[in-house]
Protein backbone atom coordinates (compact mmCIF):
# COMPACT_ATOMS: atom_id res chain seq x y z
CA UNK A 1 0.00 0.00 0.00
CA UNK A 2 1.55 3.23 -0.96
CA UNK A 3 1.61 6.52 0.87
CA UNK A 4 -1.56 8.13 -1.18
CA UNK A 5 -4.02 4.88 -0.36
CA UNK A 6 -2.49 4.84 3.52
CA UNK A 7 -4.03 8.29 3.71
CA UNK A 8 -7.28 7.82 2.31
CA UNK A 9 -8.06 4.72 3.83
CA UNK A 10 -7.37 6.99 7.44
CA UNK A 11 -9.21 9.62 6.16
CA UNK A 12 -12.23 7.38 5.37
CA UNK A 13 -11.63 5.38 8.59
CA UNK A 14 -11.92 9.04 10.76
CA UNK A 15 -14.84 9.92 9.04
CA UNK A 16 -16.19 6.66 10.26
CA UNK A 17 -15.79 7.45 13.43
CA UNK A 18 -16.63 10.59 13.49
CA UNK A 19 -20.09 10.35 12.01
CA UNK A 20 -23.12 8.53 13.46
CA UNK A 21 -26.74 9.02 12.94
CA UNK A 22 -30.12 6.86 12.78
CA UNK A 23 -29.61 3.44 13.65
CA UNK A 24 -26.57 2.99 11.71
CA UNK A 25 -22.57 4.19 11.37
CA UNK A 26 -21.34 6.36 8.17
CA UNK A 27 -19.97 4.01 5.94
CA UNK A 28 -19.31 3.57 2.09
CA UNK A 29 -21.33 0.50 2.29
CA UNK A 30 -23.92 2.02 4.38
CA UNK A 31 -24.93 4.61 1.95
CA UNK A 32 -27.33 3.80 0.07
CA UNK A 33 -30.50 5.62 -0.87
CA UNK A 34 -32.52 3.93 1.32
CA UNK A 35 -30.03 3.68 4.03
CA UNK A 36 -30.03 7.73 3.55
CA UNK A 37 -33.94 8.17 4.11
CA UNK A 38 -34.45 5.74 7.23
CA UNK A 39 -31.53 7.47 8.92
CA UNK A 40 -33.04 11.02 8.28
CA UNK A 41 -35.68 9.60 9.99
CA UNK A 42 -34.51 8.91 12.52
CA UNK A 43 -32.06 12.33 13.00
CA UNK A 44 -32.95 14.67 9.69
CA UNK A 45 -30.39 16.93 11.54
CA UNK A 46 -27.46 14.74 11.49
CA UNK A 47 -28.38 13.21 8.09
CA UNK A 48 -28.60 17.26 6.31
CA UNK A 49 -25.21 17.60 7.89
CA UNK A 50 -24.15 14.63 6.25
CA UNK A 51 -25.63 15.88 2.96
CA UNK A 52 -24.28 19.60 3.10
CA UNK A 53 -20.48 18.15 4.39
CA UNK A 54 -20.34 16.20 1.25
CA UNK A 55 -21.24 19.30 -1.08
CA UNK A 56 -23.78 17.84 -3.32
CA UNK A 57 -23.89 18.99 -7.09
CA UNK A 58 -26.81 21.03 -7.93
CA UNK A 59 -27.99 18.38 -10.31
CA UNK A 60 -28.17 16.05 -7.20
CA UNK A 61 -30.25 17.82 -5.35
CA UNK A 62 -32.66 18.79 -8.68
CA UNK A 63 -32.89 15.10 -8.40
CA UNK A 64 -34.05 14.94 -5.23
CA UNK A 65 -36.79 17.05 -5.39
CA UNK A 66 -37.68 15.46 -8.99
CA UNK A 67 -38.36 12.45 -7.31
CA UNK A 68 -40.49 13.90 -4.59
CA UNK A 69 -42.51 15.21 -7.36
CA UNK A 70 -43.10 11.94 -9.13
CA UNK A 71 -44.23 10.58 -5.34
CA UNK A 72 -46.21 13.44 -4.86
CA UNK A 73 -47.75 13.28 -8.42
CA UNK A 74 -48.39 9.87 -7.61
CA UNK A 75 -49.90 10.80 -4.55
CA UNK A 76 -52.51 13.31 -6.40
CA UNK A 77 -52.82 10.84 -9.11
CA UNK A 78 -54.75 7.83 -6.26
CA UNK A 79 -56.92 11.24 -4.59
CA UNK A 80 -57.96 12.52 -7.81
CA UNK A 81 -58.23 9.97 -10.49
CA UNK A 82 -58.33 6.34 -8.73
CA UNK A 83 -60.09 7.00 -5.93
CA UNK A 84 -61.66 9.98 -5.27
CA UNK A 85 -64.41 11.02 -3.05
CA UNK A 86 -67.69 11.37 -4.04
CA UNK A 87 -67.49 15.06 -3.65
CA UNK A 88 -63.84 15.74 -4.53
CA UNK A 89 -64.87 13.92 -8.08
CA UNK A 90 -67.41 17.04 -8.93
CA UNK A 91 -64.81 19.62 -9.16
CA UNK A 92 -61.96 17.90 -10.87
CA UNK A 93 -60.94 19.39 -13.74
CA UNK A 94 -62.07 18.21 -17.42
CA UNK A 95 -58.49 17.42 -18.74
CA UNK A 96 -56.92 16.17 -15.15
CA UNK A 97 -53.80 14.45 -16.46
CA UNK A 98 -52.78 17.67 -17.98
CA UNK A 99 -53.66 19.91 -14.53
CA UNK A 100 -51.50 16.98 -12.57
CA UNK A 101 -48.45 17.66 -15.09
CA UNK A 102 -48.64 21.00 -15.11
CA UNK A 103 -48.49 21.00 -11.08
CA UNK A 104 -45.62 18.35 -11.37
CA UNK A 105 -43.34 20.92 -13.07
CA UNK A 106 -44.54 23.89 -11.31
CA UNK A 107 -43.70 22.07 -8.32
CA UNK A 108 -40.49 21.98 -8.70
CA UNK A 109 -40.18 26.06 -8.98
CA UNK A 110 -42.69 26.84 -6.21
CA UNK A 111 -40.00 24.73 -3.98
CA UNK A 112 -36.59 26.45 -5.20
CA UNK A 113 -39.14 29.85 -5.07
CA UNK A 114 -40.02 28.41 -1.18
CA UNK A 115 -35.82 27.76 -0.50
CA UNK A 116 -35.04 31.24 -1.26
CA UNK A 117 -37.85 32.45 0.90
CA UNK A 118 -36.84 30.43 3.53
CA UNK A 119 -33.23 31.31 3.04
CA UNK A 120 -33.97 34.50 3.05
CA UNK A 121 -35.71 34.71 6.62
CA UNK A 122 -33.23 32.69 8.30
CA UNK A 123 -30.90 35.19 7.30
CA UNK A 124 -33.03 37.96 8.68
CA UNK A 125 -32.78 36.27 12.30
CA UNK A 126 -29.51 34.70 12.04
CA UNK A 127 -29.14 31.89 10.31
CA UNK A 128 -25.13 31.21 9.37
CA UNK A 129 -26.16 28.69 6.31
CA UNK A 130 -25.46 29.50 2.60
CA UNK A 131 -28.63 29.44 0.05
CA UNK A 132 -27.20 25.71 -1.16
CA UNK A 133 -27.26 24.66 2.24
CA UNK A 134 -30.86 25.66 2.27
CA UNK A 135 -31.41 24.32 -0.77
CA UNK A 136 -29.96 21.39 0.16
CA UNK A 137 -32.51 20.79 3.41
CA UNK A 138 -35.29 22.23 1.85
CA UNK A 139 -35.01 19.30 -0.86
CA UNK A 140 -33.49 16.29 0.84
CA UNK A 141 -36.61 17.37 3.24
CA UNK A 142 -39.44 17.19 0.57
CA UNK A 143 -38.02 13.74 -0.48
CA UNK A 144 -37.89 12.67 2.67
CA UNK A 145 -41.36 13.20 3.64
CA UNK A 146 -42.10 11.82 0.07
CA UNK A 147 -43.60 8.66 1.21
CA UNK A 148 -45.48 9.77 4.28
CA UNK A 149 -47.66 12.19 1.45
CA UNK A 150 -47.98 9.00 -0.43
CA UNK A 151 -49.20 6.64 2.96
CA UNK A 152 -51.71 9.22 3.77
CA UNK A 153 -52.74 9.36 -0.21
CA UNK A 154 -53.30 5.53 0.38
CA UNK A 155 -55.69 6.72 3.47
CA UNK A 156 -57.77 8.43 1.28
CA UNK A 157 -58.27 6.16 -1.36
CA UNK A 158 -59.42 3.86 2.15
CA UNK A 159 -61.84 6.71 2.66
CA UNK A 160 -63.41 6.76 -0.84
CA UNK A 161 -63.82 2.94 -0.46
CA UNK A 162 -65.98 3.47 2.59
CA UNK A 163 -67.79 6.41 1.75
CA UNK A 164 -70.74 4.59 0.64
CA UNK A 165 -70.99 3.05 4.07
CA UNK A 166 -69.99 5.80 5.96
CA UNK A 167 -71.02 8.77 4.03
CA UNK A 168 -69.42 11.40 6.85
CA UNK A 169 -66.09 10.62 5.23
CA UNK A 170 -67.14 12.96 2.05
CA UNK A 171 -67.17 15.72 3.58
CA UNK A 172 -64.73 18.48 2.77
CA UNK A 173 -63.28 18.24 6.66
CA UNK A 174 -62.66 14.85 6.89
CA UNK A 175 -61.97 13.72 3.18
CA UNK A 176 -59.36 16.78 3.78
CA UNK A 177 -57.87 15.92 7.02
CA UNK A 178 -55.47 13.27 5.25
CA UNK A 179 -53.82 15.99 3.13
CA UNK A 180 -53.39 18.04 5.94
CA UNK A 181 -51.95 15.52 8.08
CA UNK A 182 -49.18 14.87 5.44
CA UNK A 183 -48.10 18.08 6.03
CA UNK A 184 -46.91 16.95 9.08
CA UNK A 185 -44.05 15.32 8.32
CA UNK A 186 -43.53 17.92 5.50
CA UNK A 187 -43.19 20.57 7.62
CA UNK A 188 -40.93 18.28 10.37
CA UNK A 189 -38.26 16.92 8.07
CA UNK A 190 -37.71 20.77 6.42
CA UNK A 191 -37.67 22.42 9.73
CA UNK A 192 -35.08 20.37 11.28
CA UNK A 193 -32.72 20.16 8.14
CA UNK A 194 -33.11 24.37 8.04
CA UNK A 195 -32.33 24.39 11.86
CA UNK A 196 -28.95 22.45 10.63
CA UNK A 197 -28.04 24.44 8.08
CA UNK A 198 -28.42 27.27 9.88
CA UNK A 199 -26.83 26.31 12.87
CA UNK A 200 -29.66 26.95 14.46
CA UNK A 201 -30.21 25.19 18.04
CA UNK A 202 -33.68 24.94 18.31
CA UNK A 203 -36.33 22.68 15.74
CA UNK A 204 -39.34 24.22 17.38
CA UNK A 205 -39.48 27.73 16.92
CA UNK A 206 -39.23 26.70 12.93
CA UNK A 207 -42.24 24.04 13.18
CA UNK A 208 -44.26 26.26 15.42
CA UNK A 209 -44.28 29.17 13.23
CA UNK A 210 -44.48 27.08 10.04
CA UNK A 211 -46.83 24.89 11.26
CA UNK A 212 -49.11 27.62 12.06
CA UNK A 213 -49.21 29.63 8.97
CA UNK A 214 -50.44 25.98 7.42
CA UNK A 215 -52.91 26.26 10.12
CA UNK A 216 -54.13 29.47 9.11
CA UNK A 217 -53.68 28.66 5.62
CA UNK A 218 -56.21 25.75 6.23
CA UNK A 219 -58.68 27.68 8.30
CA UNK A 220 -58.49 30.27 5.35
CA UNK A 221 -59.43 27.73 2.64
CA UNK A 222 -62.26 26.14 5.12
CA UNK A 223 -63.98 29.53 5.23
CA UNK A 224 -63.57 30.27 1.39
CA UNK A 225 -65.23 27.03 0.86
CA UNK A 226 -67.85 27.57 3.41
CA UNK A 227 -69.02 30.84 1.41
CA UNK A 228 -68.81 29.33 -1.95
CA UNK A 229 -65.49 31.52 -3.25
CA UNK A 230 -63.50 28.15 -2.76
CA UNK A 231 -63.71 24.93 -2.96
CA UNK A 232 -61.40 22.82 -1.20
CA UNK A 233 -61.95 19.27 -2.75
Same mark, same amino acid.
Given at each position: ?5 FL ?9 D???VG????Q ?5 L ?5 D??S??R?A ?5 D ?5 ? &?????I ?7 F ?7 V?SP?E???N ?9 ? /?V ?6 G???L? *?M???A??QI?G??? *????T &???V????? /? #?? $??G?FFA?I? /? #?F ?9 L??D?I ?6 ? *? ?10 ? !????H????? #? $??F????L ?6 ? !??L??G????F???
Amino acid at each position: MDKKDFLNDRLENEREDSFTVGSSTYQVSNSSLYRRVVDSWSDMRKATRRLIDENPSES &RLLFYILMSDLVFFLSWSLKAVVSPTENASNFLPTDVGLWL /VVALFARTGVVYLF *SMVLGATMQIFGGAG *SWKDT &RAAVFWGCF /V #AA $PFGLFFALIT /V #AFASLESLLPFLGSDLISQAPYWL *SLIPFVWFISAG !LAEAHKFRLI #A $PIFGTMTLITMVLWV !LFLYLGAIGTFNLS
